[in-house]
């Protein structure tokens, strides 16, 4: 199962355990258990400290295994080989029991320390999906610090059964006690403000009470990073608040256009972003949404939670987020066979019949990768011919399992009560309504501005974008914003990270002429 490369690797990360592992498999007789096996033996082989045991008789997942301190319970589990994008989920794993402090912060770790009553947990995930190990990671990282915490990631792939029992449509799926907890990417700030019932009236107590900022950035993807960094390099007070750090580039798989780096992944990239923007003075306030602002020589930002922050000048960087349907049916299935991200949620429509909706480069790009693990594809596009790149329709037409519908306008999302069943259409040709037997649907229509929260406050554009100027001046004074969430054209990382700058700049430059203005 390893490699010399990975052992070599995996042997250096291991000399930072200290306290003594006890690997428990539960196995049986299949293939994949033997698989489990030779994966679990290997590791043990590396170091003195892990030890390795069976057990063929216990009511536990197989092939599964525990990840345990001897005479101690607990509770981190892998249903599957965590192989793949969940490699690193056990590594993390094997440190963390192994009493190698994890790098969370410290109020975090407290706060998991404190958490009272029991909470188990379950992850369905997909090895394909590079959502799935940061809640996997935050999860195991609980049951490791907390013996009221229990967590098992289970391989969807593998338990099939389960995850048609349960109607797992979507990675990850997390269940709390035998009851769905969330769906997607979730920090893990964000599953303990969901699991602590008393987080959020903590967290919003300390946010308003924090000083009046100079500058605000309002969202924490590559403008809102970039902006932070300009700001707290010329010294002044710098806050960031957003709902997670990274924004839409976190559901990004591969990222090859960015110029001096010829290939990288959306996960790492916001990794760099945050690591470079934690080297300065930057308030960053995350798992935090804005819902209203209030414009005056203080702006106020009001979040979800209550809290209230200050500031002299407001950036916006807010972004864009996956533009839906807006068709019956689609919101009550969403996670139940309606999916926004065909990478990771596609291999669990292994051997179905699905649709993807749009006919632009990600679309189609869907539909490709789609092809090769579903039955079969419908791609329907409204307009009535592809728009995607010329190589990819040419690559599209190749594909014996794929049916493409042009001049054809979802109008609703069929299901059962508990997944998608189908889909109907209208032919825009001739009127005519057509049904599509599925099991799922993945959208791939574009993106909109996250600027329903400022709606009323700031001039919007007719597709709900911020106006700006050649500065990143919105129509109201101390207010800019930067990124895709504006007018500026062409929505692309690197337009939005040099925007994000002038917009800095350009906010810096707005309060020193005020503040020269108060003087006089």
Known sequence: MLDDNLKSQLKTYLTNVKKDIELVASVDDSAKSKEM???LTGIVALTDKITLKEVRDDAERKPSFRVNRPGEDINVRFAGLPMGHEFTSLVLALLHVGGHPP?????LLEQIVQLEGEYEFETYISLSCHNCPVVVQALNLMAALNPNVKHTMIDGALFQDEVDSRQVMAVPTVYLNGQEFGA???????????????????????????????????????????????????????????????GQVMDTVSIEN?????????????????QHVRQYEVDIM?????????PGSSTEVQLENGATLKSKAVLIATG??????????????????????????????????VAVIGGGNSGVEAAIDLAGIVAHVTLIEFDDKLRADAVLQKKLNSLPNVTIVVSALTKEVL?????????????????????????????QIGLLPNTAWAKGVIELSPRGEIVVDERGQTSVPGIFAAGDVTTVPYK?????????????????????????????
């Open 286 to 294: 995350t798992n935090q949404k804005a819902v209203g602002m209030v």
């Open 37 to 39: 096996l030779d994966l």
């Open 415 to 443: 299901g059962d009560g508990n997944k998608v069943v189908g889909l109907n259409y209208e032919d825009r040709t001739n009127g005519e309504m057509h049904k599509v037997d599925l099991e799922g649907i993945f959208v």
């Open 320 to 353: 864009a987020s996956w533009r839906e349907m807006n068709v019956p049916g689609e919101q009550e299935y969403r996670g139940k066979g309606v999916a926004y991200c065909p990478h990771c949620d596609g291999p669990l429509f292994k051997g179905k019949r």
């Open 258 to 274: 960015f110029i001096s780096v010829q290939e990288t992944e959306g996960p790492k990239l916001v990794a760099q972003l945050e």
């Open 184 to 246: 997607g990417r979730m920090t893990l700030e964000e599953i303990l403000t969901k699991a602590d019932t008393k987080a959020s009236e903590r967290q919003a107590k300390e946010l308003s009470e924090k000083a009046p900022y100079d500058l605000l950035v309002v969202g924490g993807g590559p403008a809102g990073a970039s902006a932070a960094i300009y700001a707290a390099r010329k010294g002044i007070r710098t806050g960031i608040v957003a709902d997670r750090f990274g």
């Open 103 to 107: 790098k969370e912060e410290a109020r």
């Open 492 to 520: 692309q990382i690197i337009i939005a990270m040099g925007e994000g700058a002038k917009a800095s700049l350009g906010a810096f430059d707005y309060l020193i002429r005020s503040s020269v203005q108060a003087d006089s």
